[in-house]
Nanobody, 126 residues
Framework: QVQLVESGGALVQAGDSLKLSCTVS?????????VGWFRQTPGKERDFVTA??????YYADSVAGRFTISRDNVKNTVYLQMNSLKPEDTAIYYC????????????????????WGQGTQVTVSS
């Protein structure tokens, strides 16, 4: 059973940086799985933030240039470095993992992902 556990959420001020971590366990092969981050606010759908499949990285337009995804396969950890945070980045951030998709557009769809963490709260004050 693949398990994902996020950490690093916090209350920060606009313009600050924050780094989230996600420990992934029980993956049979890191190279057969993509990892990603989504976020959700109350009453809204879970939105795509970023994903990494092999060396390909995908970003939502709203975070491109500010957020960076990375993974350390030795430590079984996925990171989300968030810079220049804005109040609209406030959300619960979820880490996710999935077998690789053939179509890159599928990484943007939360319903296509297989494994999820419990989420970590990020609050950005103005």
């Amino acid at each position: 059973q693949v398990q994902l556990v996020e950490s690093g959420g916090a209350l920060v001020q606009a313009g600050d940086s924050l780094k989230l971590s996600c420990t992934v366990s029980e993956l049979t092969s890191h190279y057969d799985y993509a990892v990603g981050w989504f976020r959700q606010t109350p009453g809204k759908e879970r939105d795509f933030v970023t994903a990494q499949a092999w060396n390909d990285r995908y970003y939502a337009d709203s975070v491109a240039g500010r957020f960076t995804i990375s993974r350390d396969n030795v430590k079984n950890t996925v990171y989300l470095q968030m810079n220049s945070l804005k109040p609209e980045d406030t959300a619960i951030y979820y880490c996710a993992a999935t077998p690789l998709f053939s179509a890159s557009d599928d990484y943007h769809r939360a319903t296509r992902w297989t494994y999820w963490g419990q989420g970590t709260q990020v609050t950005v004050s103005s």
